[in-house]
């Protein structure tokens, strides 16, 4: 299957969404057929900061068509941010959307998780993951969201992560797994990768983009059809 993805939000998280879904393929002894249609994180962070879902998903919509004209069978966000206003992009897009939220909740259960700590964008921390965990219960730092969605955006836009942002965000874990009940930190923003790759943070963290890739890497080998995976369309 032909695998479309909307990325540049941001570059980084791109990068890694290509690397980690190529190596995923190739372990599976299958070739990956991959378009990539480069976004703007700015605007993107512009519309989401304001609930702008109709202009963002309008965006996305031309970007997908693009995606199809080069035969793309399905299409991905590389960012649960930008999953803010996927209802409104599913409605105008001409190709089914492999969402990267709804297949968390069953991951996280399988894992014997009960709790888990997010870090991500404001939008996403406040909305605990849009709302869309019902097996799994969700914990943010509600009076530090500003601060660490702010540190989330900087480190997003530049595509990299100083020590300071790192020590930031790593302690905002650490707290959510003592302070708050976390059995886990979901990484539930695909960049930070940037402060958690190679980290020992003495504490459990999965990358939500993990979840997502292996569910691409399933399409793009044709072990799973579309109708067996979450969508929108």
């Known amino acids: 299957m032909h695998i479309g993805l909307i990325g540049g939000i941001g570059v980084a998280a791109t990068i890694v969404y290509y690397q980690r879904l190529t190596a ?37 919509a031309r970007q997908i068509d693009n995606l199809k004209g080069a035969g793309c069978d399905c299409v991905a966000l590389t960012s649960l941010g930008a999953h803010f206003c996927v209802d409104e992009l599913a409605a105008q897009s ?47 730092l509600d009076d530090e969201i500003e601060t660490l969605g702010q540190t989330y955006q900087e480190m997003a836009v530049a595509g990299q992560c100083d020590p300071q942002q790192r020590a930031l965000l790593l302690d905002a874990g650490k707290r959510m797994i003592q302070d708050h009940g976390a059995d886990a930190i979901v990484l539930a923003g695909t960049d930070l990768n940037l402060a958690f790759d190679g980290q020992d943070p003495g504490y459990t963290v999965i990358d939500a983009l993990d979840v997502h890739v292996a569910v691409l890497a399933d399409l793009a080998c044709g072990s799973k059809s579309l109708d067996e995976v979450a969508m929108k369309t």
């Open 24 to 60: 995923a393929v190739d372990k599976m002894g299958a070739q990956l057929d991959l378009t990539i249609s480069h976004g703007d994180i700015r605007t993107l962070i512009r519309n989401n900061l304001a609930d702008d879902r109709i202009p963002q998903a309008e965006i996305f």
């Open 94 to 140: 001409s190709l089914p959307i492999v969402s990267g939220v709804d297949p968390l909740d069953a991951s996280f259960a399988a894992q014997g998780i009960g709790t888990v700590g997010l870090l991500g964008t404001r939008v996403v921390m406040r909305s605990r993951l849009y709302g869309q965990l019902s097996k799994t219960k969700a914990v943010a």
